[in-house]
Every structure is written in C-alpha cells, then in structure tokens.
C-alpha cells in the first residue's frame, strides 16, 4: 500500500488555506496545517496543527520538512499610499509572503528530491500578474513569489517537483473583507462602494471568488494529471486579466 502524501499548507486557519488544508484531506493526503492563529486553527478537523508565526523566520526550522506537497498561502494586507506606507510593515509583508516561502521551499525540497515527487504550490494573486493603487508590498511580494516559483518549477523538473502559482482575484476571506474598511478610507468611499467599484470593477465576472475554489485547483495540481504542469500561473480572476 503506498505511503500517503503529507502536505504543509500555511496560513490554513481561516479563508484559502483552511478550503486546502481539508481539500487535500479528503483525498487522503496528511495535512499539516499551520497559522499565528490557535482558535481558529483548533476548528480544523482531520488534520494536524501547528501554530506558528510565518513571519519569524528563525522558527520555521521548527516546522516539518518531510513533506511531499508545499501550499504557501500565508498573507497579510496594507492598504496605503506609498509616501505615507510604513516601511516597517512593509519589510513584515516581504518577510511574511516572499522569504518565509523561500526559505519553506528551502527546506522541504531536500525531501521531495529523495522521493522523486513534490508539489510546491504558492498561492499568489492577481496582483502577481497586475499592479493596483495603495498596496506597495502586496503587489511586490506577490509579484516576487512569482519569479520564486518559476525557479522552483526549473530546477526541480528533473527531481519530479513541480512548482505553480494560483492567482485569484477577491476571495471572499477575512483578508479581503477586513480591506473594505481601508480601502474606503484611501478612496474616500463606503465599503459597498468599495466593493463595486474598486474590487469587482476590473472583473467580468461581478463577484467574489469563494475559497473552495482555489482549493479545487489546489488539488489538481497535486493528482494525477499535473506532472507536466510546472513553471505557470493560474489565474481565477473572473476575467480581470483579459483586459
């Protein structure tokens, strides 16, 4: 009987990571499920959890590296103008959502090599592929992740690893909806005036994206049918990239 796969998916407490972290459950896949967030990641069932700070990077030694699949999604938003964006919180935003994935790459991949199969997917973002007003870090560490995940799709591909990028538009998550209220505030607009014409207006598609749909595109990455499937972004952006 083949050993199951084991999976390290982070940011799993709540929105996109949770959706993955019981999607690949359900195809018989060990999860690992970690996040800063122990109440909410105690509401996971069928898997096991480990709170941690993504942004601590000394600390991430401690998490498993014997994994065989790899979902970084761990990610944090600030909405402000340039001039006015922390530097301090940005550097956290580079750190959280570029070097914690590099280095979780780092150290799982040693493992996946000396399988001869790994699956690293990142869950990146429109904003990987398209810049927006007020989200300097954002769109950099996203657009970086996906210069990262190319990297990994090269030199993996003959050790068996692929290495992709998801990229959603809105997801109907505590991320996006705790943005309504910044966002209305940089823009000088309510929060449902947020929503139409700032969020959903690039989109063909008018509405949000909901979490177990990237999870599904998460698992088909991971089943049978992706070992061709490296070096890409998937977009789920309800057409915004089509522009």
């Not at 103008?81 to 150290?107: D, K, N, T």
């Not at 799709?153 to 992709?164: F, I, M, Q, R, Y």
């Not at 209220?181 to 139409?196: M, N």
């Amino acid at each position: 009987m083949a050993t199951p796969r084991r999976a390290l998916v982070t940011g799993a407490a709540s929105g996109i990571g949770a959706a993955c972290a019981r999607r690949l459950a359900a195809d018989g896949v060990q999860v690992v499920a970690v996040d800063h967030d122990r109440d909410q990641l105690a509401m996971l069932e069928g898997v096991q959890t480990v709170v941690a700070d993504l942004a601590d990077l000394d600390r991430l030694a401690d998490l498993p590296a014997d994994v065989d699949i790899l979902v970084n999604n761990a990610g944090v938003q600030q909405v402000a103008p340039i001039e006015q964006f922390p530097p301090e919180r940005f550097g956290y935003i580079v750190r959280l959502m570029l070097e914690s994935p590099f280095r979780l790459i780092r150290q799982t991949l040693p493992h996946m090599y000396g399988r001869g199969w790994g699956r690293v997917i990142n869950i990146s973002s429109v904003h990987g592929l398209r810049a927006s007003p007020f989200k300097a870090a954002y769109v950099a560490a996203k657009h970086g992740l996906e210069g990262l995940s190319k990297v990994v799709a090269l030199e993996g591909a003959a050790h068996g690893v692929t290495s992709n990028c998801v990229n959603p538009a809105y997801v109907r998550t505590p991320l996006v909806t705790a943005q309504l209220a910044d966002q209305a505030a940089t823009h000088g607009l309510t929060e449902s005036e947020v929503l139409e014409k700032v969020m959903l207006e690039p989109v063909a598609v008018k509405r949000l994206i909901e979490p177990d749909e990237v999870a599904e595109l998460v698992a088909v990455l991971c089943g049978p049918a992706s070992a061709s499937i490296t070096g890409s972004s998937f977009v789920l952006d309800g057409g915004w990239t089509a522009h």
